[in-house]
């Protein structure tokens, strides 16, 4: 599983063979710069699901249901994840929660709309949790992958916790677990496509392997753009014609 944020990302990841794409409320820090993703709303995730599901052919598209939706009642979940589902024509939604969610969880399946579990460091909860790091109470963790799939996720995202507990969780749910920072032993991963491409402008998480430098290659096509145009070497619209 991939992030995008637009159609021409879409496009590409779907071509290259990924099994699931993910529109995050990442979206929030990713594209529009903001320092956590507490600030994306359901009209933005609207937005750039409808354009990514646009793109995707083939990859199973889920849709983060944004802060904070998923507290304020098994009603409003399903209404907005409802929303999510009719007007971007993803396949799925995914909420970040604890066991304390599990009632949700099962409301939204309930309603027929797919939903995908994310336990572990929640960034919606960054503030509550201390920053981005590791999160290491077992039990608490086993706990909540636990009632996400006892409640009808039908896959549970892992995200910064050891890769022991990753391993003990994936053997013990019937769902596949799908890693991010949390080791090889998860069914699957999931990354930010930006940070995987360096893309990235900010500081890019340690278990990141960058697979491209596209930041680099832009910045260099465009300066070799700029010097073109300063030495009146890029054709004018004559020249062009002919």
């Given amino acids: 599983m991939v992030t995008a944020y637009d159609f021409p990302t879409a496009r590409l990841v779907d071509a290259a063979g990924v099994d699931c794409v993910l529109v995050g409320d990442s979206v929030a820090m990713v594209v529009a710069g903001r320092s956590s993703t507490i600030p994306a709303t359901i009209e933005q995730m609207i937005y750039h699901g409808e354009i990514v599901s646009r793109g995707v052919e083939r990859a199973f598209v889920v849709v983060d249901l944004p802060f904070p939706l998923q507290h304020l009642g098994v009603e409003r979940a399903i209404e907005a994840s409802a929303r999510i589902l009719k007007e971007t024509g993803c396949q799925g939604v995914k909420l970040e929660g604890t066991a304390g969610q599990a009632d949700v969880i099962a409301g939204i399946a309930g309603a027929g709309i797919p939903v995908m579990g994310h336990v572990g ?122």
């Fill in 121 to 242: 460091l929640r960034p919606q909860a960054v503030h509550q949790l201390g920053g981005y790091r590791m999160q290491r109470d077992h039990d608490r963790l086993m706990d909540d992958a636990k009632a996400a799939a006892a409640a009808g996720a039908f896959a549970v995202v892992l995200e910064c916790i050891p890769q022991e507990t990753a391993a003990a969780i994936t053997e013990s749910i019937a769902v596949p677990t799908i890693g991010i920072g949390a080791g090889v032993r998860c069914d699957g991963q999931v990354l930010v496509l930006h940070d995987m491409v360096g893309l990235s402008s900010d500081r890019v998480p340690r278990f990141v392997r960058r697979y491209a430098d596209a930041g680099g290659a832009i910045r260099d096509a465009v300066s070799r753009w700029h010097a073109d145009v300063v030495e009146r070497r890029f054709p004018g619209s004559d020249e062009t014609l002919g």
